[in-house]
């Protein structure tokens, strides 16, 4: 087998064991630094079998030390998937305009609770409704206070105006 195929080999190998692994963790947005210490680990790892099979003046080596920059890039890579995984199965976003603001609501999965708020500036958003969500038939209904709305085929209503139906697009699903 040509040393290109054995890097592939390696490589599937690698995403197998990398995607199993970071699946297990389920990684949270909050320690998306982790990937800076991972990165460095996986390298380190390929290029030590590297180094051991020089030792031993195996032909092999070199396979090794190709494959420690692949399985970098795959758990850089596979990490970050792996974030969006979690969040995809934690909560549920959409986003809507009205008047030149763009509004964001977030339904999280878990505690059954929603949010709603608007962006102000490029990275700033203020929060303005915090409630609860229950999902009947095909109708997710929002309640917070005296506001009820409903989200009915990728349509808003109730915001503000009761008649109004505002189409939303998907941001997280």
Same mark, same amino acid.
């Given at each position: 087998?040509?040393?290109?195929?054995?890097?592939?080999?390696?490589?599937?190998?690698?995403? %197998?064991?990398?995607?199993?692994?970071?699946?297990?963790?389920?990684?949270?947005?909050?320690?998306?630094? %982790?990937?800076? =210490?991972?990165?460095?680990?996986?390298?380190?790892?390929? %290029?030590?079998? +590297?180094?051991?099979?020089?030792?031993?003046?195996? !032909?092999?080596?070199?396979?090794?030390? *190709?494959?420690?920059?692949?399985?970098?890039? =795959?758990?850089?890579?596979?990490?970050? *998937?792996?974030?969006?995984?979690?969040?995809?199965?934690?909560?549920?976003?959409?986003?809507?305009?009205?008047?030149?603001?763009?509004?964001?609501?977030?339904?999280?999965?878990?505690?059954?609770? &929603?949010?709603?708020?608007?962006?102000?500036?490029? +990275?700033?958003?203020?929060?303005?409704?915090? +409630?609860?969500?229950?999902?009947?038939?095909?109708?997710?209904?929002?309640? *917070?206070?005296?506001?009820?709305? &409903?989200?009915?085929?990728?349509?808003? =209503? +109730? &915001? !503000?105006?009761? *008649?109004?139906?505002?189409? =939303?697009?998907?941001?997280?699903?």
């Amino acid at each position: 087998m040509d040393r290109l195929g054995k890097i592939m080999g390696l490589a599937l190998i690698d995403y %197998a064991l990398i995607w199993a692994w970071v699946r297990e963790l389920d990684p949270d947005p909050s320690i998306s630094i %982790a990937v800076t =210490l991972l990165v460095p680990l996986v390298f380190g790892i390929n %290029a030590a079998i +590297g180094g051991v099979l020089a030792f031993f003046r195996k !032909r092999d080596s070199m396979v090794f030390f *190709a494959n420690a920059l692949v399985s970098s890039l =795959l758990m850089s890579h596979l990490f970050h *998937a792996g974030i969006e995984v979690h969040q995809e199965r934690r909560l549920d976003a959409w986003e809507f305009t009205r008047q030149d603001t763009v509004f964001h609501l977030t339904k999280w999965e878990e505690v059954r609770e &929603f949010s709603m708020g608007y962006i102000e500036s490029a +990275g700033s958003s203020t929060y303005f409704l915090d +409630g609860t969500w229950e999902k009947k038939g095909d109708t997710l209904i929002l309640e *917070a206070d005296s506001t009820l709305m &409903f989200i009915l085929r990728g349509q808003l =209503l +109730g &915001f !503000r105006e009761k *008649a109004e139906r505002i189409p =939303l697009k998907v941001t997280v699903k």
